[in-house]
């Protein structure tokens, strides 16, 4: 009688967990969540990255994902967006590039029972309206280490896509790195005012080769830069994905992204009524921020000294903005033992020391 006890307890708890997990499985799978994009998934870059993490959510939450591509930022295509994926049942809205940050802001007011989650914004409130973004500056360091080394000449190139804190900062880590590596190194900057054209940011790319340049780095979508330098017979850096197959000569290291653990988690959130908006802004630690393959030719003290760097920001003992820093006319910024604050990183407005080039004003 007992053990037909026990077993009728037993199966009763079996019981309970499945329909328990089964329970929180319709809860995710009750969720709609659109997917704002300012290009095409296409074969990598930033699209792509959030791309693979919105499939990765899908599988990983049950939830139903849907996409608008090429939207423009500043647009009334935008906005248009934003209502449709409302109207086709959108509990959450990811809105994937800068600009569109005062359009989400408005809308997150307008529609106050839909999530809106902006992707490198800086706005938020504490009900429905968040921003989140990740520590990119950390791999970015990373990958300066193995340019600097690289860099025969000590002139390196870099694309930078606007002149917005995002991009700063990472200019400003990646040069760190380099001179780190390559105490007398330079990062010249050429400013495209894009995020995706290839055209564009091959010319960028092909006027800082001409003027020397022998590795270059950028913070842009396509692969142009790369193949640039391939052509050149230059070095390459990439960011947003591992994109060694592109220009497989040239290619030294890449920035890459992991965004499917965050967009399952907010999904996850949205379907318990826990999303409350604010700020998230993780690194490698969260291992939404990565560093991708490195080229055979790298160094073993570099790739030794990228794998202790990585250990000590993942254990958060180590910061590439560690001072002391002084930025382009020698004056100190950061000084000796101090990281700046998150507020101070988010809202880089200056360049460090080793960076050629001005910030345009306004």
Known sequence: MKRRLLLLLSMLLAFTLVAAACSDDAETDAVTAAFIYIGEPGDAGWTWAHDQGRQAAEAATGATTITFENIPEGSPEFDQAVRDA???????????????????????????????????????NDTNFGNYFGRIYQARYLTGLAAGEASASGNIGYVAAFPIPEVIRGINAFTLGVRAANPDATVTVNWT????????????AQALLDGGADVIAMHQDSTAAGEAAEAAGARWVSYNSDMSAFAPTAYIASAIWDWGPY??????????????????????????????????????DTKARIADLTEQMIAGTWDPFTGPINDQSGAE??????????????????????????????
């Open 263 to 300: 967009y399952a988690s907010t999904i996850e959130k949205v379907a318990a009524g826990e999303y409350n908006g604010g700020a998230y802004w993780g690194g490698m630690d969260d291992g939404i921020v990565q560093i991708g393959s490195l080229a055979s030719d790298v160094s073993d």
């Open 333 to 362: 910024v950061i000084a000796a033992g101090d990281v700046p604050n998150d507020g101070d990183l988010l809202g880089m407005f200056y360049f460090v020391e080793g960076v050629i080039g001005e910030i345009p004003q306004g």
């Open 86 to 124: 409302i109207a086709d049942g959108a509990d959450v809205i990811f809105a994937t590039s800068f600009g569109y940050i005062d359009a989400m802001e408005a809308l997150s007011a307008e529609f106050p029972d839909v999530a809106f989650d902006h992707a490198t914004g800086y706005k938020s």
């Open 193 to 204: 005012s894009t995020w995706f054209d290839p055209a564009v940011e091959g010319d960028s």
